[in-house]
């Protein structure tokens, strides 16, 4: 009987234990947890609203000029993005042509209908090769950057010009050059984005 009693308490102590222990782990991670929520409480919040951004600049090298695309600074620690760049091959077109408007204009008009009707499906063709889900203010903030540097993008593709046999004597084939230079390049752009974005300006 008393070997009974001895056997029941040690179990009871033991159970005792466990449990007390059980307690000190589950203290431990809610100790934890409200350090993580006061570390997010703490960062300044990114919404939209009448708050101004002072965007850092994510740039891709492209012959002489930068395309920028607009980043919000609001990053966590250790989340810091370099500048980088991107390797594109020198045009050699005919100089004659940067003085004819109508050559310069339907290159400008290709690009933003490009911007229009098909920039927003390779951002998400690019969102899901990287799986990196972004908000819609993103992807339209992205297309806008790029937008407004085109006609200021177009001279530094136009100024790399040298005499090219087989090329100067037909524009149509110039200008289908230059335009598939410049959208591989804002493909490149958009890609970069998506691959250097903070984890924390991703889509949950």
Do not use: C
Not at 69 to 77: D, E, V
Request: hydrophobic content about 30%; glycine content about 4%; aromatic content about 10%.
């Amino acid at each position: 009987m008393n070997q009974d009693i001895y056997t029941y308490l040690h179990q009871l102590q033991q159970a005792l234990q466990i449990q007390q222990q059980t307690i000190l782990n589950l203290e431990e991670q809610v100790r934890l947890l409200q350090e993580e929520l006061n570390e997010l409480k703490s960062r300044p919040s990114s919404s939209i609203g009448k708050v101004e951004y002072k965007f850092d600049q994510l740039k891709v090298e492209n012959l002489n000029g930068t395309l920028n695309i607009g980043l919000n600074p609001f990053s966590t620690k250790g989340q810091q993005i370099e500048d980088f760049q991107v390797d594109t091959e020198t045009l050699k077109v005919n100089p004659e042509t940067e003085t004819n408007p109508d050559f310069y204009q339907g290159i400008l008009q290709e690009m933003h209908r490009y911007l229009d009707e098909e920039a927003y499906s390779r951002i998400l063709h690019f969102e899901q090769e990287e799986r990196t889900p972004l908000d819609e203010m993103y992807r339209q903030m992205m297309v806008d950057d790029i937008k407004k540097q085109m006609e200021h993008r177009l001279p530094y593709y136009l100024s790399q010009v040298q005499s090219y046999e087989g090329i100067s004597s037909d524009p149509d084939y110039l200008r289908d050059v230059i335009i598939q230079a410049m959208k591989q390049d804002i493909d490149k752009a958009f890609l970069s984005f998506i691959q250097h974005i903070p984890g924390n300006f991703r889509k949950e």
